[in-house]
């Protein structure tokens, strides 16, 4: 069965916390059902990816139940949140992926189906990161969700990043301005720009002095 796209964003258990939940399910059978839903077009596993490999492993028959209704990514976000070991980056990155635009939720009572944590209960200076990451570097909104690299130097990285690919659009637009001819040998890969830069400074030093000796005579 497939799995919903915002499902599967979430890391599968490591081999031996799986080998644990299979005998766990093999002794005491499975609790809580594989959840699936309708999704363009087709059904797909919605929630229990674990459940449903623990229950191979273990040769016992797993139970599903069909969403009716609820809101499959206030869903699978509340479930996976809230079950797992998760950084308050980690949260901030799965809820961005899962609603990478802001977005409010209508908030369901307590205890029913899907409720929990959604895009409005993440804090917002840490949510609006995690957006501004994904949108700039997914790679690395990938290492934030993985856990190798937190979010806070995520963010530095990318805030570091716009700000040199800011300077280099400033400086090409510089160029094509007033050494077009030199735009070009940058573009061509046959000047590096900082070189570029320089010798755009070299010309209007030269045309500068070439002025001031003409005045002179």
């Known amino acids: 069965m497939k799995v919903h796209p ?3 964003i979430f890391p599968m258990m490591p ?3 799986l080998a644990v939940l299979a005998e766990d399910i093999k002794a005491n059978g499975l609790i809580h059902p594989i ?27 797993p139970t599903f139940r069909k969403l009716n209704g609820e809101d499959q990514k206030a ?35 307590a205890g029913q189906a899907g409720s ?5 209960q993440i804090d917002s200076s840490i949510l609006a990161k995690a957006r501004a990451v994904l949108a700039f570097a997914p790679d690395l909104a990938s290492a934030v969700l993985a856990g190798s690299v937190t979010l806070n130097d995520a963010h530095a990285k990318v805030k570091q990043d716009r700000l040199t690919l800011e300077s280099t659009e400033a400086s ?15 573009v061509e890969e046959k000047l590096k720009l900082a070189e570029g830069l320089s010798a755009l400074d070299a010309r209007i030093t030269e045309t500068r002095r070439q002025q001031e000796t003409a005045t002179r005579v």
Request: hydrophobic share 40%; with cysteine; net charge positive.
């Open 6 to 8: 915002d499902a599967d």
């Open 15 to 17: 081999d031996d916390e």
């Open 35 to 61: 959840i699936t839903g309708d999704f363009e077009g087709g059904e797909v596993l919605v929630d229990g990816r674990n459940r449903l490999r623990a229950c191979e492993m273990a040769g016992v028959k």
């Open 75 to 109: 869903f699978i976000l509340s479930v996976n949140i809230n079950r797992r070991h998760m950084t308050a980056g980690q949260r901030a990155m799965a809820t961005a992926v899962i609603y990478p635009t802001p977005t409010k939720l209508k908030r369901k009572r």
């Open 116 to 120: 929990g944590r959604g895009p409005d």
């Open 172 to 186: 090409m637009a510089r160029l094509r301005a007033e050494a077009p001819d030199i735009a070009d040998l940058v």
